[in-house]
């Protein structure tokens, strides 16, 4: 089957720690996403990559950073520089140039106390 | 950047009747729109897309229509069911160049009544 796959579905995490979130997939797609979202709130845009060994800030990318280092994979590092780093993270792909649809893997809840 | 929003952010409607989700965009250069719908965790999934070349696209149960004088955007769907119910983002591409970014809107929340 050919998708996006996130792991793992829930984290805990103390403050202070950093944090890695998986996000693979199958489906040969040059870019990938990250979004944070919260509670009633839209998906915001953490980082992006087009194409491997390449990416690129999103709207709010302070306190995260990311790497992609292989095509089929995008992982999303929170650090404790993150105020506020309690949400729901969604990664994506799409096929890149020419092509706005984007699919989503099932999230990650991440929950730092 | 863009900027889109929706007309509602919580939507109630009878089981079988028809409801409509709106969407307003500030980008009257926007070509593409896209209709995604998440349920409770989970991640979204496309329902539908809409070109600027076209005011009207159906598809199963669902049509969207596009009014670029108002820059308006709905989704219809019909004889809605329970498994309708979920969040309904709409979405348009992001204005900077050479981007394939997305703009979410922040979502209407469909509740179906049985």
Redesign the interface.
């Known amino acids: 089957d050919g998708g996006?796959t996130?792991s793992p579905k829930y984290l805990f995490r103390k403050e202070g720690q950093n944090v890695t979130l998986s996000c693979e997939q199958n489906l040969n797609h040059d870019?990938m996403?990250w979004y944070r979202q919260d509670p009633?709130?839209?998906?915001r845009?953490i980082y992006?990559s087009?194409i491997v060994n390449d990416f690129q800030k999103?709207d709010i990318a302070e306190g995260y950073s990311v790497s992609r280092e292989k095509k089929e994979s995008f992982p999303l590092t929170v650090t404790s520089a993150q105020k506020n780093p309690t949400a729901f993270y969604?990664c994506?792909s799409?096929l890149?140039?020419g092509?706005?649809?984007?699919?989503?893997?099932?999230?990650t809840?991440l929950t730092v106390t | 950047g863009e900027s889109v929003g929706l007309h509602l952010p919580t939507l109630s409607v009878q089981e079988g009747d028809n409801s409509i989700i709106n969407c307003a965009y500030s980008n009257s250069a926007s070509d593409y729109f896209i209709w995604y719908k998440q349920e409770s965790g989970k991640g979204p999934q496309f329902i539908i897309d809409i070109r600027s070349n076209m005011d009207k696209r159906q598809g199963q149960r669902v049509t969207v229509l596009l009014n670029k004088t108002v820059k308006h955007l709905s989704l219809q769907i019909a004889a809605t069911q329970p498994g309708d119910s979920a969040v309904y983002f709409c979405a348009v591409p992001y204005s900077g160049a050479g981007s394939y970014q997305l703009t979410f809107g922040k979502g209407t929340k469909l509740s179906v009544i049985p």
């Open positions: 996006i996130q870019a996403y009633g709130q839209g998906l845009l992006y087009q999103g969604l994506a799409s890149g140039t092509d706005y649809e984007q699919y989503f893997g099932p999230g809840r």
